[in-house]
């Protein structure tokens, strides 16, 4: 109980300059009926966990706080492609499985996966117990958010036959190729080999399926566009970033936007700012499909960089099989 005094005394002191409020302490009660996991099974769970002041102030610089233009470098580099590249042929068939099955293209999947842990290669090394106890304990701007999913981790664990501090993860949590926070893979992880097991960690067949079951769980819209740029009159822009999600077609026009390929009038999308890196601001317009890959991640840096790795892994794919007679990956996409 002393650690546990400790931990919230120093949280208390990392936090103090933080904007928002603090809230009180998540009620392991409440916790518990969330949940269905026992208050003795949370109580015993958050005493094997440790507070990691570290995470606390990673959470305070994220990489989704970086201009646009940093943010693209981190993601859109050639070792990525022609890793995604390796990833899709390597998978082909479970990818292409995927989309007949679930409506998802095998390039956003490659790309989710590319973008979150590098095709595998980094899925973290956080004691996926103490970043959510230190997040969900200590961290009052996320606590309610946080706190929940410790306990679905302790729910997954122990339908998983998990050791609590066995699994390593994100800073924020997250596990696995899909970097999926416990309450998503408890709700959209699949066993797509058969083999009566989900494993997200070293099973690349299960990790692809779940992805795009996740992504057809949250609306996307098979054979539909994802994102396109736009000329925007300046006087227009701000009013048009307001309307968020509620823009529509019609009233983007309406504003003298152009886009290359036309947008359905009636259709509800969102316009973006990006921050460019010789200082202007570029614009594009999301559609729903951009909409559900703010889903896995809100930020739309995020979303824009998963949307253009797609678009090289794509290309790159059409290349490898163009040079060798093979079928290619039609975009067959409408706005």
């Not at 679905?152 to 699994?167: C, P, S, T």
């Not at 740029?229 to 936007?257: H, I, N």
């Not at 998963?306 to 790159?316: G, Q």
């Amino acid at each position: 109980m002393l650690k546990k005094a400790l931990c919230l005394t120093l949280a208390a002191a990392l936090t103090a300059a933080l904007p928002t409020a603090a809230s009180a302490a998540p009620d392991i009660n409440e916790l518990s009926a969330y949940s269905g996991v026992s208050v003795d099974e949370l109580n015993a769970a958050i005493g094997l966990s440790t507070f990691q002041p570290t995470i606390i102030k990673t959470m305070t610089r994220p990489y989704e706080s970086k201009p646009w233009w940093q943010y693209r470098k981190l993601f859109i580099t050639t070792s990525r492609i022609d890793a995604g590249l390796k990833f899709y042929l390597a998978h082909e068939e479970t990818l292409k499985r995927a989309e007949e099955t679930l409506g998802v293209p095998p390039e956003i999947v490659c790309a989710i996966i590319g973008v979150e842990t590098f095709y595998g290669r980094n899925m973290g090394t956080w004691s996926v117990l103490d970043a959510l106890f230190t997040l969900g304990f200590n961290y009052p701007p996320r606590e309610s958010y946080f706190s929940k999913e410790f306990a679905n981790y302790v729910k997954l664990a122990k339908r998983e036959g998990w050791q609590l501090k066995d699994i390593k993860g994100s800073y924020a949590g997250a596990m696995g190729m899909g970097q999926f926070m416990p309450s998503s893979y408890l709700d959209y992880a699949i066993d797509f080999d058969g083999d009566g097991h989900v494993n997200l960690f070293d099973n690349t067949t299960d990790a692809i399926g779940s992805v795009a079951n996740y992504f057809k769980g949250h609306d996307w819209a098979a054979g539909r566009g994802i994102y396109y740029p736009a000329l925007v009159p300046a006087d227009q822009a701000q009013a048009l970033l307001d309307k968020d999600w509620e823009l529509t077609g019609r009233e983007l026009y309406a504003a003298g936007v152009s886009t290359k390929v036309n947008l359905s009038l009636d259709e509800k999308m969102r316009l973006f700012s990006y921050q460019l890196e010789d200082g202007s601001t570029g614009y594009g317009v999301g559609l729903n499909n951009f909409h559900t890959i703010m889903k896995y991640n809100k930020s739309p840096l995020y979303a824009r960089a998963v949307y253009e790795l797609s678009e090289f892994i794509r290309m790159a794919y059409n290349d490898y099989k163009a040079k060798h007679g093979e079928p290619q990956n039609p975009q067959g996409r409408v706005p």
